[in-house]
């Protein structure tokens, strides 16, 4: 790319990104927990729509996606479940096609007294912006859309049709990025900003969500005895969860990408509830648990182990023995993906246009990262056969309180993909 | 009394009996949980204003009550707290006064799936009688007021004051029984028909409900660390309360009545609440324990002593360490209370009484029992200086699914307080 060129482009995203700023508020106020996503849908919709974008928007059908790889069970209708995708179609088709994917979909907010402001009422402080979803990762969609109006203001268009992904369920399934493919959204390459602090994702574990139900016969609380008491006994079942946790973190079971990593594989017991009241013996206890599973590591074998291990453990508890825990299966089953296995060429490629464009933003080599959860990126990476990038800005507490995102780091990211466009699709008259 | 007299009464019960059992059918099929209160409290005020005793029908003010010895703390208001009081005045007043308690609140159902017929849909099967309250306690509370009906059946009225209590909030405060003192209700004996198998309840053990809050900085999963879980950090703590509960059982410390009961003072955690999402570090649980005490126990040093042992245990604890639990006392703050130590005339010609009444049914002696749980009998054992008996039926799995309670215990029980009431308060005619 000639050097006015992408000065120019640089400039764009620097005039432009007031605004951006603005939009990402305005965006950060829609709070689009899972289930909630519709208008913050909708404003991306009409921002695609007003920019000329032909937009798709659809509801998600379960029946659709539930036979392909990657899908993840859930539990309940996928009414409110709604894709947005735009498309920029080109004129010469002379470069290489791009997905800008990412999810509107945010994780609860939690206790509202833990937040210093409102989690969905966004406040810009220094260089910070604040709000559940600010940094994970609406800050990243948004750069997504205003690097693709850089090239605009700078004259330009992509030389290659672009996919604008605006997805659900990232944060539970992934099956709004699965939605994507099945309704033949292809390309050659996949950018994701999710916030991994301006750095390339080479690899990422997979996740497992289960609920681990437990339920027994409760008594008046004046003949409780040893062992019959429901939420107790989920406490052996976690011990055992957490010995299994270090069994598959054990060095050798590690992904290269992780091998130096002592703790890749995190396991979470994420949310509990159990029992009605204070003085009945609680005879139920339901407790969800997040477990990570590396590349490359098989899925079903994962499930059989944790089933074996939370059996086995049972026949160590009185409660346990009569009442078999079950477990059921709602949310997350991804695989692990590495971007590092990918040889491909058109990897190698993406990789190199990427780090070429953080360079001449940021004057520093790009570096890669193993990170230690999951992302939409392995639909594209692992069943269908595309490089599928993450790179994004900073962000701080994410899924915490105070979530933030650096505004300067969006601005580099949102420059790094506006440059990464333009060489990756190449460029054409608007 | 005279042979043929407590003849005619015993055959009156027996006489009414199946519509006894209907009018305990249909009082279960009323949910009165905790709030729910009302339709079965209006089914009780129309019953007791059929039978032409004067009904006083009241919502409790937490403020009238707030200052009074016995009161537990509550979170929240008592708009739907009401209680009815049915008086039958006596013509002569030559006997001695008596109150008739019982409790119209009952306990959560759980899990509908785990009860064999719907809870609040009861069902007579042989001598059962099913569903939730039936034992704990409408039976009892239907046995009161056929007991006076037999009386009248028989021609005869009570020669002295009678107070038919229903009363609310039984099964987390008292403050229902509470509110009828505060009323100006009081009478020489107090009958309370809690289902404990036909036998006298000698000694209760109080009990004391109080929340544990943990909270904490959640993160994303991604960054999990040891002792960052806000749910697992409940662990701990639940355990240091398990070794209090094992030093406050230890045999010093027994009250006479349990002195050979290795473990009245049962811990119950019976509720828990925490996170919200799989794959966020859960940062606040929540968790609702019930501890019992013995009588005798002072109450503030019992609190102190539990506070004292959550801190501690946090000291050892990474995520508690940094984050304190909190203790939030909302329910029963209940002293125990032994009959047994009142020698006064009342309180033994009372337990006399019963006793004569129990074998003129049962032709058996009257068994006296330590109980570990609480009843309404301490305010006015402790609180009005009224010797207070607890004396009700048979019943099963109160507090469990599948509650039940025996017709021919039920029977048994109105026949011996219809003789009760003959005896302690004198006949006259009606």
Known sequence: MEKDIA?????AVEANFDKQTDFLSELVSHPSTRGQEQSAQAYMADALSERGYSVDRWQINVDDIRQLPGFSPVIGSYDDAVNVVGTHKSATSKGRSLILNGHIDVVPAGPLDMWKTPPFSPKVEGDWLYGRGAGDMKAGLVANLFALDALRSAGFAPAADVFF??????????????????RGYKADAVLIPEPFDETLVKAQTGVIWFQVHLKGLPTHVAYAGDGANAIEAAVPLI???????????????RHHDFAHHDHALNLNVGKIVGG?????????????????VFPGQDLEAARADIETTLLQAAEENSFLRENKPTV???????????????????ASSAIKALGAAHKAVTNKDLEQMAITCTTDTRFFGLYANTPALVYGPHAEAIHGFNERVSLESIKRVTMATALFIADWCGLEAQ
């Open 7 to 11: 000065l120019k482009i640089l400039s």
């Open 165 to 182: 992904q605006s997805v659900v369920e990232e944060e539970c399934t992934g099956n709004g990025a699965l939605a994507c493919l099945q």
């Open 239 to 253: 011990n055992a969860l957490h010995a299994l946790e270090k069994r598959w973190n054990a060095p050798e079971h």
């Open 276 to 292: 009605d009241w204070a003085s009945s013996v609680p005879a139920w206890c339901v407790f969800d648990v997040r477990m990570g």
């Open 328 to 346: 059921v299966y709602h949310g997350f089953m991804a695989e692990g993906y590495a971007l590092s296995d990918d040889k491909s060429e058109p």
